[in-house]
């Protein structure tokens, strides 16, 4: 059972816009105390004054310790959801590889060694991780996305399964497709397998609350994503088969 929200403190990266901006309305819809972090600064002022949050515009690697003193100190639920679409194969320069490291992994590393000693100490703390079904399964035509997400899966889970028994919550959500910004930069890929089975942003906020509600790590606003996960593990080769078919059918058509 998730505790109350109401006057609890949140931080929610990446929430100028998209999945981000959805969490953050539904966070303060529940009374909580909320920071609004995004790369864009504009994005960020105006979600914060619709929610009547506190900006703290940045990278979101840099930016928890100001986070954490804009709410006084305490930071009871961290939303690492700033991420980066990094599309490409092997061959996708070195910057855009860094960049999607930094972003979609190192970004969540970053915050959770600045959160772990406090949250350990008093015994609580909460963790949300934006991973994308990428992160179980794999995106065709985004490498650097993909790896890095399996990235942030890893490390959630890691976080999860090291101190659940110390009062930590982790979730790990990862949806399909989701009509943001992000969705539309992904091109013809997106468009093949994203788009025909696209919810909204506040279909991701309303799947992490009941998830939270249930205290589920692993989230999934596509419930029909199991399923391809329970397949993947099971069956390796017909899997790859399939996503594979999904390939050649995404180069037919460029
Ligand atoms: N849209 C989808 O189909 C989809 C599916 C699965 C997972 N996701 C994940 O959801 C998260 C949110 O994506 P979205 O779809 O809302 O995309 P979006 O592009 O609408 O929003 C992402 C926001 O993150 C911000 N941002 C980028 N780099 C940042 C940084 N270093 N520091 C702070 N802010 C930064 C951007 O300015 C932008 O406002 C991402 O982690 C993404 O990988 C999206």
């Known amino acids: 059972m998730v505790e109350s929200l109401q006057g609890r403190s949140v931080v929610v990266t990446g929430a100028g816009g998209g999945i981000g901006a959805a969490l953050a309305r539904r966070f303060a819809a529940a009374g909580a105390r909320l920071v609004v972090n995004d790369l864009d600064a504009d994005r960020a002022a105006s979600v914060a004054a619709e929610t009547g949050a506190t900006a703290v515009p940045g990278d979101a690697s840099a930016i928890v310790d100001e986070a954490r003193d804009a709410l006084g100190g305490t930071v009871d639920v961290w939303c690492a959801n700033a991420g980066l679409a990094s599309g490409g194969t092997e061959a996708a320069d070195p910057e855009v590889w860094a960049a999607a490291w930094d972003v979609n992994v190192m970004a969540h590393v970053r915050a959770a060694q ?16 934006t991973v994308s079904a990428a992160g179980l399964l794999t995106m065709i035509g985004a490498a650097p996305y993909s790896v890095t997400k399996h990235g942030a899966y890893a490390f959630a889970e890691w976080l999860s399964l090291t101190y659940r028994h110390r009062g930590i919550k982790v979730h790990a959500v990862c949806p399909q497709g989701v009509r943001t910004d992000m969705l539309t930069a992904a091109g013809s890929a997106g468009e093949l397998v994203l788009a025909p089975t696209a919810i909204e942003p506040e279909d991701v906020a309303d799947a992490l609350f009941t998830g939270m509600a249930e ?20 069956e390796p080769d017909r899997w ?8 050649q059918k995404w180069e037919a058509g460029r």
């Open 114 to 129: 600045a959160l772990l000693p406090g949250w350990l100490e008093r015994g609580s703390g909460r963790f949300v991780s």
């Open 215 to 234: 205290d589920r790590f692993l989230i999934l606003p596509h419930p029909e994503v199991a399923g391809y996960y329970a397949g993947r593990a099971a």
């Open 240 to 247: 790859l088969t399939t996503m594979n078919h999904i390939q």
